[in-house]
């Protein structure tokens, strides 16, 4: 029987209206720069805060897979839990998300796949209102066309544990990988700064040993650099801000990173940290 899960918190972290979410989607898509033609991610981080927050550093990453839109057709989602805690990862028992851009349907094909594994559950409740995942969706309707999810909300698991999921779900150029995580929580600004500064340097050295202090989605974010490093895909950080440069307040922020994982690249990736730690200095 087919069911949907609602959308949650649309009209709190992001428009509830059709209108004016498309609207605004698509705002943040267009001040961000242009994907290097014919370079296709095959993953991306990025942050899940309401729009207002992490919306322009979600989207710089997201404009990098605009150029799949005729290509890729399943989305493997992985973010962390905030309200219901679980052992390993928890697949929905809805067969569709709903958000107010429609309905993006549950790939069960793909969820068959890896449904048997140990560290894999069913939970409603660990997808009813979590918004990590959720908060995703309007970008990919934005700048995907036919595509299926397979969302996994992630709790207490080890890396090797996601990186086995993720493995069996990996596929060709009709997958891609998104993995929903905000970096440090409220700090001040410059010491956000600091701290975000090292865990992005730690990603683009696909080193899987990050903590919570460090990012929310510590867990799914070492799955996937264990993926990254043994199948040679070269991480790039896009863009790397916190709230205070977003929505103003620097007394107390939270950090966010967009980063995507390609299988090929011009520079390496010590070249590429550096460049956009420098452009995102320069920007403030």
Not at 58 to 81: D, E, H, K, N
Not at 195 to 212: F, K, M, N, P
Request: charged residues 20%.
């Amino acid at each position: 029987m087919s069911t949907v899960r609602p959308a949650a918190v649309a009209g709190m972290f992001y428009p509830g209206t059709p209108a004016v979410l498309g609207a605004a989607v698509r705002a943040y898509l267009e001040e961000t720069r242009p994907a290097t033609p014919g370079v296709l991610p095959k993953a991306l981080i990025v942050p899940h805060a309401g729009y207002v927050y992490s919306g322009p550093i979600a989207a710089s990453a997201y404009r990098r897979i605009a150029q799949g839109r005729g290509t890729i057709r399943r989305v493997v989602l992985m973010g962390p839990v905030h309200r219901v805690p679980i052992r390993g990862m928890a697949l929905p028992l809805a067969t569709a998300f709903m958000t107010p851009l429609g309905s993006v349907a549950v790939d069960v094909e793909a969820v068959a796949r890896v449904r048997d594994m140990p560290q894999v559950q069913f939970s409603q409740a660990a997808h009813a209102l979590e918004h990590s995942l959720e908060v995703q969706l309007p970008f990919l309707q934005t700048v995907l066309d036919d595509f299926k999810i397979v969302p996994l909300a992630v709790g207490d698991a080890s890396a090797e544990e996601v990186a086995v999921v993720l493995e069996r779900l990996w596929g060709g150029a009709e997958t891609l990988i998104v993995v929903s995580s905000d970096l440090s929580h409220y700090h001040s600004y410059a010491a956000a700064q600091q701290i975000d500064r090292g865990t992005a340097a730690a990603v683009v050295a696909l080193e899987a040993s990050l903590d919570h202090e460090q990012a929310c989605g510590a867990t799914p974010i070492n799955g996937l650099a264990l993926c990254a490093r043994r199948r040679g895909l070269k991480p790039e950080l896009i863009d790397l801000r916190n709230s205070g440069d977003t929505a103003g307040d620097k007394s107390r922020v939270v950090g966010y990173a967009a980063f995507a994982f390609t299988d090929r690249g011009a520079a390496g990736p010590q070249e590429r940290m550096a460049g956009a730690l420098a452009e995102a200095s320069g920007a403030r």
